[in-house]
């Protein structure tokens, strides 16, 4: 890997994918649900988990969807050749070379399973948000938990849709390399 | 300091989990424990702000943050803090209180970001959370891996589970090379449950039922040891001095390993058993197979069906039965003594050994069979440490022996245990190890039932002023380990397997002549104590005659040795004395001893004649 290549994917995906889907949003998610197993008590959460940390995967979801797309322009090898010492080779070179190293970086790294995994997981997460927030609709009240309860298979579906989506989006590579 | 609960303590070091924000909450570390059930005990302003109460922790979480500054703010700069994070897990690994437990395990973050603290890292990232600098969040530059080093150089023992939500797969090969004994993956639907087989498997916890009194390392070893061996049915050996619990270990180790199903134990005390008893009390008999067999007996194997079966004190077990019953571990059938092929039954049975004595060397003089051996510990060997070694765990056992004996008498008054006494009772070796302790304090409670305190004066220890005055020997025996605390056998396997390897190179200088020196010493007071155990008391000499010849037989175990034999060793023997003449001059039996051989044999032997083999 260079250091002078732009590795900005790689933060986007640190900051969505490590930062806030695993770390903080999955964890309330499963402390969420312990809540409504009886398994915990937690006045703070009870009282704003509907209403502050759920939405936030609204404001992620954008995200969320151009990251597996930008992963095939940004972290391809053929990036390489924008930066020295391969920006040297000759233009008949660049030519072909370049889009070369990207279809067999394609086929080997099975790129297009990746993105169409990632952008599937994403989708099922989507998905499960809506039903859930259409249930949410339905419920008089959404801070009591009396009613919160009924939703437990819908918040349960929502949470293993974004568990799935972290892994998904894990399994893109880290590093730009010809392989 | 952490009071002993059931529930494991863990230290927790991640920057998110560890930091404190500006106004002294933490919600990542709430939500974290409420996914993990942790209870958390760090003490700091984010544990006390918390609203979180989990219902059945499945362990008491201490927080760090493994970098300066734990509060920080936007605008300050972030960094990793190597030392103050080692001293945090000394503080709860080393650093303990009088029956404090030591920490049971460790969770560690890999990716640590540093750097500056902006307003655009704390949007992303948390409250007091650094921007990160190039490297952090890539295997090479993790901190983790590197504290994760630093901490198994330091504390080896340490058990240390990766807790992350970066890819496993990029850093399997080097947590696991640094020793690290698990990751658990922040995200994953499993974590939880995973955490708790992990903490049955490496964590040291004590014995919650206390049954199993201690929170030593050694000990807390063990019963991780015997967690282990109890997630299979494997037979397994039990090594520990007498009376340091091994029985307790064998029956905790079964308690692991049916928890909610009613499965058989079955303890057979072997060490005072006939062999034909041996036999029968083992394999059964039909009725009339020996004389005495007036019934069909199943015996203990049989007993023990779909459980376990204890063998305490295997190193006794006679020939023959090692021969019947390594046929039962080949074949997993018993037939009963006096039986034929018909009354074969099919066992599914797990053995659990123990010895107290050296097996390893009882294996190589042919007493005990290799092939046995093997098979009785192919699940492991669980070593028990003697309570010498484990002295951090007396004053809880002298806390349950004592309310223990005050209950077992209805007259018998509460008391307080007061320092002398504890402090008796911490300098004793306790040869006879827990066993002996509990009836030490039995009889001090039972001698002394209408008193309020337990005093030095109730303790009946050995060497409390009550011996009578030794002999002057001229050998000085400042510092010497007597028989009676340390066997022989043990001693000279600790010289024996002395590695002199690690020593460092300023150690060895003269060490040949302090070998020498000390090896003289040895065989000195070793001759002098074998004169006098085969004196002959006479009417001319109550005392006993000094007889060089039987001396000599008990100590090479050689009947058949002469008289001119037996000079010759004690001749040679004390020549390696150092100081042999100042050594004669001052003892009066080790100088007739001299004189008598001398007298016998005034040349040189011709040949070597120490031999054990008659």
Redesign the interface.
């Given at each position: 890997m260079l250091n002078n290549l732009d590795l900005t994917w790689q933060k986007r995906r640190?900051?969505f994918?490590?930062?806030?889907?695993?770390?903080?949003y999955?964890?309330?998610l499963?402390?969420w649900l312990?809540?409504l197993n009886?398994?915990?008590?937690?006045?703070?959460?009870e009282q704003s988990f509907v209403t502050q940390k759920l939405p936030e995967w609204e404001a992620h979801l954008a995200e969320a969807r151009s990251l597996p797309h930008d992963f095939v322009s940004e972290m391809s090898p053929k990036i390489l050749f924008n930066v020295e010492p391969l920006s040297n080779c000759s233009q008949e070179t660049k030519s072909w070379l370049p889009d070369l190293i990207h279809q067999l970086w394609m086929a080997r790294c099975s790129v297009e399973s990746l993105v169409a995994e990632a952008e599937q997981a994403v989708e099922t997460a989507q998905k499960a948000y809506e039903v859930l927030c259409a249930k949410l609709k339905s419920i008089p009240c959404v801070t009591s938990i009396k009613f919160l309860l009924e939703l437990e298979p819908e918040f349960q579906a929502f949470?293993?849709a974004c568990?799935a989506l972290?892994k998904a989006m894990?399994k893109f590579p880290?590093t730009v390399k010809v392989t | 300091m952490i009071p002993i609960y059931s529930t494991p303590h863990i230290l927790v070091i991640d920057d998110l989990f560890g930091r404190v924000d500006e106004n002294g909450r933490n919600e990542e570390r709430e939500r974290l424990c409420g996914n993990f059930f942790l209870n958390d005990l760090t003490g700091d302003t984010a544990a006390k702000s918390s609203t979180l109460r989990v219902k059945q922790p499945v362990a008491n979480a201490i927080f760090c943050r493994g970098q300066q500054p734990v509060r920080a703010r936007s605008g300050d700069t972030v960094e990793n803090d190597l030392e103050g994070t080692l001293n945090f897990v000394r503080r709860y690994w080393i650093g303990l209180q009088p029956g404090e437990a030591p920490c049971s395990m460790v969770l560690l973050d890999l990716c640590f970001y540093t750097g500056g603290v902006t307003h655009e890292s704390e949007s992303q990232k948390g409250k007091g959370m650094a921007e990160g600098r190039p490297g952090d969040d890539l295997p090479p530059g993790y901190f983790g891996l590197r504290l994760l080093e630093t901490l198994l150089n330091t504390f080896p023992d340490l058990p240390v589970i990766i807790l992350s939500s970066m890819p496993r797969a990029e850093v399997s090969r080097e947590f696991s090379g640094l020793g690290a004994l698990g990751f658990l993956e922040r995200d994953s639907i499993e974590s939880p449950k995973l955490l708790q087989d992990y903490i049955q498997r490496h964590a040291l916890i004590a014995d919650a039922s206390g049954e199993i009194i201690g929170c030593s390392r050694s000990l807390l070893k063990a019963l991780r040891a015997a967690r282990r061996a109890s997630l299979t049915k494997k037979n397994l050996l039990i090594r520990g001095e007498r009376g340091a619990g091994k029985e307790l270990i064998a029956k905790y180790l079964h308690r692991q390993a049916s928890p909610t199903v009613e499965r058989p134990l079955v303890v057979l005390d072997s060490g005072t058993l006939s062999p034909e008893l041996y036999a029968s009390a083992l394999f059964g008999h039909r009725k009339g197979s020996f004389t005495g067999a007036f019934e069909h007996r199943r015996g203990a194997i049989m007993e023990a069906e779909g459980g376990d079966i204890f063998l305490d004190e295997i190193g006794n077990m006679p020939p023959a039965v090692q021969n019947g019953l390594l046929r039962i571990l080949e074949f997993r059938q018993v037939i009963p003594l006096g039986g034929s092929a018909g009354d074969a039954r099919t066992i599914e049975v797990r053995f659990i050994s123990a010895t107290n004595a050296d097996i390893d060397a009882v294996n190589t003089t042919g007493m005990f069979r290799e092939d046995l051996y093997d098979r009785l510990r192919e699940g492991g060997t669980i070593f028990l440490a003697p309570l010498r070694e484990r002295k951090e765990d007396i004053p809880l056992l002298v806390e349950k022996f004592v309310r223990q004996a005050e209950a077992s008498r209805k007259d018998s008054m509460a008391r307080v245990i007061e320092p002398d006494a504890m402090e008796m009772l911490m300098a004793y070796e306790w040869p006879g190890n827990i066993r002996e302790l509990r009836n030490c304090i039995f009889n001090a409670v039972t001698s002394f039932p209408d008193v309020e305190h337990l005093v030095a004066t109730h303790l009946n220890l050995p060497g409390q002023g009550k011996q009578s005055p030794r002999e002057d020997t001229g050998i000085s025996t400042a510092g010497v380990v007597s028989a009676a605390k340390k066997s022989l056998t043990e001693s000279l396997g600790i010289l024996g397997n002395f590695s002199f390897e690690t020593l460092p190179a300023a150690e060895l200088v003269g060490a040949l002549n302090r070998l020498s020196e000390v090896c003289g010493e040895a065989f000195a007071r070793l001759l002098r104590v074998a004169l006098l155990a085969t004196r002959k008391p006479t009417v001319e000499n109550p005392e006993g005659e000094m007889r060089i010849q039987s001396a000599m037989k008990l100590l090479t175990g050689n009947p058949g040795l002469s008289a001119s034999q037996a000079a010759d060793i004690i001749k040679r023997t004390l020549k390696v004395y150092p100081r042999l003449e100042t050594l004669l001059e001052e003892d009066p039996i080790l100088r007739a001893a001299h004189e008598k051989s001398v007298k016998l044999r005034p040349k040189g032997p011709q040949k070597p004649v120490i031999r054990g083999d008659g």
């Open positions: 640190g900051a994918n490590h930062d806030w889907l695993k770390n903080t999955i964890q309330s499963s402390s312990n809540l009886d398994k915990i008590e937690d006045p703070h959460l949470y293993e568990v972290g894990e880290s | -």
